[in-house]
């Protein structure tokens, strides 16, 4: 079946620092979708991409889809306090329209 | 929109017990999903319909699991009967279908079986 793995599972930032998370598909996905989940929280909707190569920004966030729509990953500049939380990316296949899987998420915890 | 409704949001029950776990998506939309989230197994599709009917629901770990949807503002997910393995967040989301856009996600209820 379909995986989603995600990495780093958790990820230590000093603020004001980078980092990226990365996703990646065993299978080719029709589009990729990123969400964050406050402590405490439900996932929220950061953004979708859908064509290989895609790259779109949400002012410190990047969100990149891979060429073969097999991967993605997410960087955010200059981490905040309020970036806190944990990122999950979630993938449809071609094939099973509409089902959304989740990947494990990357737990991001800044320190002032 | 007042977004995806969940009831109740915290149920503590025994052992052996019934839970009934309820949703109610946004008005319009046409699918809706059921996820459980650990801290162990993270969050996990359950099953999920489109128009009121099942497309998937192999994520259901067993028999001891029903959903069902009898019509598009309403859907329910049940355990009978419960056991402490089952204790989790539950959470139901709701999109539309046809153009594959985001879940909105509600705010989940938060399942402990003792």
């Known amino acids: 079946g379909q995986q989603v793995m995600q990495i780093p599972q958790y990820q230590h930032v000093q603020e004001g620092e980078d980092f990226t998370t990365y996703c990646n598909s065993s299978?080719?996905?029709?589009?990729i979708q990123w969400y964050k989940q406050r402590p405490g929280g439900h996932p929220v909707f950061l953004i979708q991409?859908?064509?290989?190569?895609e790259v779109k920004k949400q002012k410190r966030l990047t969100f990149q889809f891979g060429e073969a729509k097999k991967n993605s990953s997410l960087h955010i500049t200059a981490t905040q306090t309020t970036d806190v939380g944990t990122y999950f990316c979630?993938?449809?296949?071609?094939?099973?329209?509409?089902?959304?899987?989740f990947g494990a998420g990357t737990q991001v915890v800044v320190t002032p | 929109d007042a977004g995806v409704i969940q009831s109740p949001r915290h149920e503590v029950t025994e052992m052996g017990q019934e839970v009934t776990l309820r949703c109610k998506p946004i008005?319009?939309?046409?699918?809706l999903f059921w996820y459980r989230q650990t801290m162990m197994r993270g969050l996990e599709l359950l099953i999920y319909?489109?128009?009121?009917?099942?497309?998937?629901d192999s994520g259901m770990p067993e028999d001891r699991f029903s959903a069902k949807m009898p019509n598009a503002s309403f859907s329910t997910l049940k355990i009978q009967p419960s056991e402490p393995r089952d204790s989790a967040v539950y959470f139901c989301?709701?999109?539309?279908?046809?153009?594959?856009?985001?879940?909105?996600f509600g705010q989940g209820t938060r399942l402990t079986v003792v």
């Open positions: 299978t080719t996905l029709s589009n």
């Open positions: 008005s319009g939309h046409n699918s």
């Open positions: 991409l859908v064509k290989s190569g």
């Open positions: 319909f489109n128009n009121n009917v099942p497309i998937d």
């Open positions: 979630a993938g449809s296949r071609t094939d099973s329209w509409g089902k959304l899987q």
């Open positions: 989301a709701s999109s539309f279908w046809d153009t594959n856009t985001e879940a909105f």
